[in-house]
């Protein structure tokens, strides 16, 4: 099993729902924040702050509570200013880690972000010391009972998408990051509102862990997705099926 998103998804099925959607909720409502910021407060003339209210209802935010972040955000008061942080390291076996976060004290993030690697092997870099490893892309889902693989294939393709892969339950469509909202606006217009819409890094090459390194890296990676400035985290490991069915038990 490639990537971090995938066999992450398992773990949150396993774990307290509540306390993670908690969590959920409060990285959501900054990212709403940000997104009212950086244009119109109307999410038909603002792409950013639509992909945040897909992703806000994608975990069940209520829309009265969407509604409040937006008028919060784009008031004479404003609420708080969060400013947008990449930080890249490598963790135990040398697994290159991006971490994304939207934070109002940056020296504090920083600070979390680099003891969290060293108590678990790892090592902080510089900006750009990793990401070289992976490829930034808008990536879109729908639900499989919306089209045939043809057809979101053509419909794809006409859109200006690079590719489709379509599995027992979903179809995935990647593009350019220079094409997301286009790409995005098209399938909206024809098979309606996907499932989630983002912008994402898909690992050019993978780290295959054992049992031992796969545990001290999900302990970080749990540590890093915990904090409250952390918005998302990448990993470029490999688990096999075996393995990673195992630790998800």
């Known amino acids: 099993m490639a990537g971090h998103s995938q066999f992450k998804n398992i773990m949150h099925r396993k774990g307290a729902q509540d306390a993670k959607r908690s969590k959920q909720f409060a990285k959501i409502i900054r990212e709403l924040t940000v997104a009212t910021r950086s244009g119109l407060p109307d999410p038909a003339s603002n792409p950013r702050l639509r992909s945040a209210i897909t992703a806000a209802r994608d975990v069940n935010m209520p829309k009265d509570t969407i509604d ?11 609420g708080e200013d969060y400013i947008e942080v990449r930080y890249e390291g490598y963790g135990p076996a040398g697994v290159a880690v ?8 940056r020296n504090r993030t920083a600070s979390d ?10 090592s902080l870099g510089e900006t750009n010391s990793v990401s070289f490893m992976f490829r930034r892309l808008g990536v879109i889902t729908y639900p499989l009972s919306v089209a045939s693989e043809d057809e ?6 006409e859109a200006g ?6 599995s027992d339950t979903t179809h995935e469509i990647t593009c350019e990051v220079e094409a997301f909202f286009t790409v995005r606006d ?33 302990k970080l990676l749990d540590v890093l997705e915990d904090h409250d400035d952390v918005q998302n985290v990448y990993a470029n490991f ?8 195992k630790l998800s038990a």
């Open 68 to 78: 409040r972040a937006i008028k919060k955000a784009s008031g004479a008061a404003g």
């Open 98 to 105: 991006i971490v994304e976060g939207l934070t109002d004290n």
């Open 113 to 122: 972000v680099r003891a969290a690697f060293s108590k678990y092997g790892g």
């Open 152 to 157: 979101m294939l053509e419909a794809a393709i």
């Open 161 to 166: 998408a690079e590719n489709v892969v379509s």
């Open 186 to 218: 098209s399938l909206e217009t024809r098979f309606g509102e996907p499932e989630s819409a983002k912008l994402d890094w898909r690992p050019e090459n993978t780290v295959s862990l054992d049992e031992e390194k796969a545990r001290t890296l999900f």
């Open 238 to 245: 490999d688990l096999s099926d075996e393995l990673a069915e």
